[in-house]
């Protein structure tokens, strides 16, 4: 739920709020792990909150590294684990995407239930 002046919601504003929640966008056809299926410069990722795969710019911190500034390289996401931690990269998994490092945990997605992360 945000709080925000009459657009983007529709119908009537209650002076000076109105509770609106925000659509999620449609799921996206891109690959966590394949170059050029978001666009040159983009990537796929997994968008927790709408619980879908989204496209976002490329970054280049490896898996483990803090990305807040620097974003993530193809293969992993940005992700706070835990409250007061900073977002690190962490790799994606599947069944034909192993873990260099790690073990493969997936259960995160019920809309992509093979994908998971390497912890």
């Known amino acids: 739920v945000s709080f925000t002046l009459p657009s983007p919601c529709t119908g009537t504003a209650t002076p000076p709020y109105q509770a609106c929640s925000q659509g999620c966008p449609a799921d996206a056809n891109c690959d966590l792990w394949a170059e050029g299926t978001c666009g ?29 500034t620097t974003g993530c390289a193809i293969g ?19 069944t034909t995407h192993a873990c260099t490092t790690g073990t493969c945990t997936t259960g995160y997605s019920t809309s992509h239930p093979t994908m998971g992360f390497c912890q």
């Open 76 to 94: 992993a996401g940005c992700y706070t684990t835990g409250t007061g931690t900073p977002a690190t990269c962490i790799a994606f998994c599947d």
């Open 40 to 68: 040159a410069g983009n990537m796929c990722m997994w968008d927790p909150s709408c619980d879908i795969y989204a496209c976002t710019t490329v970054g280049t911190g490896a898996p483990g590294a803090e990305c807040s």
